[in-house]
């Protein structure tokens, strides 16, 4: 009998053969760890993503699916729970996944935005405004509060559904600011319509938000509205 090692020696038989989407993942992993996953389509991305949650399953079609369902990663990821499960394939896990993602990313660019003054990096609290507010369905209303120097203090939510049904009140707005010790801040809704364009009802909260912050001597600089894939600045727009 040939001692382990000899040339004659078989190769040790696999205890199971391997599935059949093992070699294309690892090329998949690979590749983004090369690239940091630059230059590579949604739903490859997609893919490695959903393997995460589903290690034993090729998830390529799924990552397909999601993708021509909702239209782009930032879509997907975007969606709450319950759309998501509606999706032939997603389950609890999958979802949470996908959801974990979105709030990954969020807490990277409100990091972000914390550490320099949100004035003079405009365009990084756009990015993370337009992330946490672009794909909601329902209108939500934010404050920002800033100090001194113009850096985020807090981001709170005040309202939800349209500035018609569920009414911003400015006292409470001015009352917040103060507890924070705020110089000042932003306002900042969504339009799940996706156009931006501010109501009539949007400009007449602003200019009262606005008095009651003046009041007690803090700046209003802008009210930010936030549609799928553009905003709009009351400030730009001479609302302000």
């Known amino acids: 009998m040939a001692k382990p090692g000899a040339p004659n020696a078989a190769p040790p038989a696999p205890e199971a053969d391997s599935p059949h989407y093992a070699g294309h993942r690892q090329r998949l992993r ?13 739903y490859e991305v997609m893919e490695l993503l959903l393997a995460l949650a589903i290690p034993r399953q090729d998830v390529k079609p799924l990552a397909k699916r999601l993708i021509a369902t909702f239209g782009t990663f930032g ?3 975007s969606q709450p729970y319950e759309r998501l499960v509606e999706v032939d ?5 999958t979802a949470s996944a996908l959801m974990l993602a979105r709030e990954a990313a969020l807490r ?9 003054s949100v004035i003079s990096s405009w365009t990084a609290l756009i990015d993370y405004l337009s992330a946490r507010h672009a794909y909601n369905d329902t209108e939500s209303f934010h404050v920002l509060f800033l100090d001194r120097k113009n850096m985020l203090i807090r981001d709170e939510p005040f309202a939800r559904g349209t500035v018609d049904q569920a009414p911003v009140y400015p006292r409470e707005v001015a009352r917040r600011a103060l507890e924070l010790a705020a110089s000042a801040a932003i306002l900042v809704h969504n339009h799940p319509s996706g156009d931006p364009t ?3 009802a949007d400009i007449d909260m602003t200019r009262e ?17 936030v549609g799928r894939g553009q905003h ?6 001479g609302l302000i």
Request: charged share 25%; glycine share 10%.
């Open 232 to 237: 709009i600045s009351f400030k730009s727009q």
């Open 75 to 77: 879509e997907v990821i």
């Open 89 to 93: 394939g997603v389950k609890e896990a």
């Open 30 to 42: 690979a590749r983004f760890i090369e690239t940091t996953g630059r230059g590579m389509p949604d």
């Open 108 to 116: 990277l660019l409100e990091g972000q935005a914390r550490t320099r």
């Open 198 to 200: 501010p109501s009539r």
């Open 209 to 225: 938000v606005a008095g009651a912050l003046k009041a007690i001597g803090i700046t209003l600089h802008d009210h930010v509205v």
